[in-house]
């Protein structure tokens, strides 16, 4: 037993210095330095960025506000938009609504949604059945794949042509899931450990909130990349396995936490936000910081454009930017830092839902002019073809 227990001993020093190893080779998104280096300055140069930005009403959207809305998912000009638990089909130059994913029969409460790009099936996580359920472009059920009802699940994403990569709310280790769509099985590539639980509505939202989804998926020129909360590694899976891709460097102090199943929030709290490849060798980076200022906790959400290597491409006041205000003057093009914002990176679109009644809103006369004003305004914005250039 002795001797076991030594050769057990050796095991996981050795396996604990690979990991360490292993960190020391990968890319790192350097959190803790570019809070240290931040530049406060606003973004404001649409033309270099751009080439097309507009806006339309969605139509049948008045009963709804901009933060009912959930995943936003393009293909040319069909934009799909989960609003609340419902998935919409618009057309993107005219807003006007195609087709909504629901049937007479059922009720559906979808929570995330992907879509095979060449059929335009639509696959979506359902919650009230704990299914994945295909529908055709008419919004018509094709199939179906039953999961594990022990888990609550939280985001759904294509990882290859036949493969869906399921993520789940549980805590405080990530739980993941394949399905595979030619079998019609599920298995699972992370496991829960002996502390592992599933957070009920009010903790889940006091995450989402206060420190950043529990969760971050993105979709890269080389595969899925998805960051747990409580990791500092930056995975891509794959249908069979995972691996190591960035680490993200945070402060110890600031790194969040969770202490008898509760968030912690005496200290700072630091936390990525969002991940997304602009172009072939540009990254976007969306990351939050809290701080007191006296005597009260200020969250501020920060942008960093990368390079390849996950390092800011240039440390000009001009090109490193930590709060972005691209702004049009005169009408409703902007993004500011507290926006919710969606990323195709297939088709270089970024996009943003907002409501029409705000303060402070100039409409252009093209929507001024639209009897529908209650509905909610879509925003997006085409990046140039030459953005590296643009970059460099």
């Known amino acids: 037993m002795r001797k076991l227990g030594i050769i057990l001993s050796l095991l996981s020093i050795i396996i604990l210095y690979n990991c360490s190893d292993d ?48 995943q936003i998912i393009s293909i040319e000009n069909e934009v799909y938009i989960l609003v609340k638990n419902k998935i919409r089909r618009y057309n993107l130059i005219t807003g006007l609504l ?22 335009k099936i639509v696959y979506a996580l359902e919650a ?33 042509k036949t493969h869906l990569l399921l993520t789940t709310c549980s805590l405080p280790v990530p739980v993941t899931f394949v399905a595979d769509l030619r079998e019609g099985n599920v298995k699972q590539i992370d496991y829960p450990s002996k502390k592992s639980f599933t957070p009920d509505k009010e903790l889940y939202d006091t995450i989402l909130s206060k420190i950043a989804p529990v ?37 110890k102090a600031n790194r969040p936490k969770l202490i008898k199943k509760k968030v912690k929030s005496k200290a700072g709290q630091m936390a990525l936000t969002g991940l997304w490849q602009l172009s072939e060798d540009k990254w ?36 490193n930017t930590t709060i972005m205000e691209w702004y049009l003057p005169g009408t409703v093009f902007s993004i500011g ?11 270089r679109k970024l996009f943003k839902v907002m409501n029409s009644n705000l303060p402070g809103i100039n409409l252009p006369p093209y929507l001024a002019e639209n009897p529908t004003q ?11 073809n030459d953005f590296n250039q643009v970059l460099r």
């Open 337 to 347: 830092a507290y926006d919710l914002i969606y990323i195709n990176s297939i088709e």
């Open 98 to 119: 195609d087709v909504t994913f629901q049937t007479q029969d059922a009720n559906y409460d979808f929570i995330s949604f992907d879509i095979d790009r060449d059929s």
């Open 284 to 319: 976007l980076v969306r990351w939050n910081h809290e701080f007191k200022h006296k005597e009260k906790l200020i969250t501020i959400k920060l942008f960093t454009i990368c390079n390849n290597q996950m390092e800011v491409y240039n440390n000009t006041v001009s090109y």
């Open 23 to 70: 960190k020391k080779n990968l890319k790192v998104i350097d959190l803790q330095k570019f809070n240290k280096d931040k530049i406060v300055s606003l973004e404001d140069r649409y033309n270099e960025y751009f080439k097309e930005y507009k806006a339309v009403f969605l139509e049948k959207t008045d009963s709804f506000s901009q933060n009912d809305v959930k």
């Open 215 to 251: 969760n971050i998926i993105t979709k890269s020129d080389s595969g899925v990349l998805v960051k747990y909360l409580f990791e500092d590694i930056v995975y891509r899976y794959k249908f069979d396995t995972k691996d190591s891709v960035i680490l993200v460097n945070i402060d």
């Open 128 to 160: 009230k059945s704990t299914k994945i359920i295909s529908q055709d472009t008419l919004g018509k059920q094709i199939d179906e794949i039953k999961l594990d009802p022990a888990y609550k699940y939280d985001k759904l994403v294509f990882l290859d």
């Open 374 to 384: 209650n509905n909610l305004i879509l925003c997006y914005f085409i990046l140039k």
